[in-house]
């Protein structure tokens, strides 16, 4: 069957290129209200692709927000599995816009690159799943799979609306399993299971001392200085060895195996010093670079601010403080018991002369993880190594996807990350953009994976 389907899709190559530039060129930014029908073009554009499919029960469902377009297939039949494809058709803001080589609403392929805002995140990779169920109605006149389509336009803003939907729409949304493409490789070229993100959670302490400034030669040595105080606070939750000492911070945190530690080993290093421009990596004590960011907790100052920031001197005691931090979580540990931790640490260890205040950031997320060994985890790593000839990796990433661990904790279903997305597509920056390579081999490596599936 996939010979068929995957001739589709080279004969047909240039036209869909030249159907998701068409996509692409939507300016759908969520997040800004002057593009608000824009985003409604961008949700028609989906609605029209999944009905000239013949799908069923094709519509854009008011989430009170940006549309979110839902559609099923059923034409396989009773006995074959369900997936759920989640993705999302709006995009961040293109600023600084002169930055940009290239108009980012004007797709442009230069040196084997698609550049266009929305290229890699997300838009390319949900097109590449729409671009294959079309190659197998056009060949087979069916899909091997049932599949419910999610595909939202509230991503870019934190998914505002989408966990109320899905909660109170579970049967809607029921499936086996769960396929999400909004991830990517560890290199290009180079497949890539994602098997596990991290959770995440945050706090802001204010720090308030005097009822306004002061000055420091007259009250220096009297009254105690907010940003000394921060300083104190922040400097006590985390030693020179990147060792988190607030109490109970570890308690919950699932061990690193050896069989993980081997699996992550295998997989190629960044060049941190290259890529970062530092002069070495700091990780936890006993961990390497690879292994902290991938599967062990983080504690980050994100910001700290106080007092004078103008240019020459300004003699004075700040009346407040502040400081913003996040942490990335690991499976086992609870985000809201987190913050209490931080909380209870920055109240203990504050000293005399202030009053402090913790702000508990609202949205956090739990660590997801899937077994390496699961099967449907295993017919995508053998579907991308077919695909791009290439053995597969596997890696946990640093970085948070909220509505994985929403899918898991709503419908507790296998959520298998089928990502294609490289470490220069330039993300929410200036110059997005996509390798074509990964186009046509991703697409592939749907096309191998969902036959793997019905076998």
């Known amino acids: 069957m996939s010979e068929k389907v995957l001739s589709y899709l080279k004969n047909n190559r240039a036209e869909l290129l030249d159907r998701l530039n068409q996509f692409l060129s939507i300016p759908s930014v969520s997040a800004d209200s002057v593009h608000k029908k824009d985003v409604s073009q961008a949700a028609d554009f989906v609605e029209k692709f999944l009905n000239d499919l013949q799908f069923e029960q094709v ?64 838009k390319g990779q949900v097109f590449m799943h729409l671009a294959v169920f079309e190659a197998y109605m056009k060949t087979e006149g069916k899909l091997p799979i049932n599949v419910k389509v999610c595909i939202e336009g509230e991503e870019e803003v934190g998914s505002e609306n ?25 290199a290009k070229n180079q497949p890539t299971i994602l098997y596990g993100l991290k959770g995440f959670t945050g706090i802001e302490i204010n720090v308030t001392g005097p009822d306004h400034d002061l000055h420091s030669g007259m009250y220096g040595g009297a009254v105690r200085n907010p940003i000394m105080a921060l300083s104190h ?28 530690r081997e699996l992550i080993g295998k ?15 700091a990780s936890e004590k006993g961990f390497t670079a690879k292994e902290h960011t991938m ?21 004075i005691i700040p009346s407040s403080a502040t400081a913003k931090i996040t942490c990335r979580l690991v499976p086992g ?38 077994e390496p060994n699961n099967p449907l985890v295993q017919k995508a790593a053998k579907s991308y190594t077919k695909a791009f000839e290439k053995e597969t990796v596997y890696v946990r990433m640093g970085g948070s996807i909220p509505v994985v661990e ?24 200036p110059n997005e953009s996509f390798p074509l390579d990964s186009f046509d081999k991703g697409m592939e490596t749907l096309v191998h994976y969902w036959d793997e599936i019905q076998k």
Do not use: C
């Open 59 to 122: 519509e854009q469902m008011d989430t009170g927000g940006h549309p979110l377009v839902y559609a099923e297939y059923n034409g396989a039949g009773p006995d074959a599995p369900t997936v759920l494809f989640y993705g999302h058709y709006d995009v961040q803001p293109v600023d600084p816009i002169d930055l940009w080589d290239s108009d980012p609403f004007k797709p442009e392929v230069r040196n084997g690159r698609l550049y266009a805002r929305g290229s890699s995140d997300d």
């Open 162 to 186: 989408l966990y109320r939907i899905l909660h109170e729409k579970s049967d809607k949304f029921s499936a086996d399993f769960a396929v999400i493409s909004d991830s990517g490789m560890v």
């Open 233 to 260: 606070i922040l400097a006590s939750m985390k030693n020179e060895d990147e060792v988190i000492t607030v109490d109970g911070f570890y308690d919950d945190v699932e061990p690193l195996t050896d069989d993980e």
């Open 295 to 315: 599967a062990r907790p983080t504690f980050e100052i994100n910001g700290m601010y106080g007092g004078y920031q103008g240019e020459g001197t300004k003699t």
């Open 267 to 281: 997989v190629q290093g960044e060049d941190y010093q290259e890529s970062a421009g530092i002069n070495e990596t």
């Open 333 to 370: 540990q609870d985000p809201e018991k987190i913050q209490v931790l931080l909380e209870d640490h920055v109240k203990k260890v504050t000293p005399s002369g202030v009053t402090v205040e913790v702000i508990k950031e609202k949205l956090s997320a739990k660590a997801y993880k899937v």
């Open 406 to 429: 929403w899918i898991e904790a709503i419908y507790n279903i296998p959520i298998v990350l089928l990502g294609f997305g490289t470490p220069d597509d330039r993300l929410h920056s």
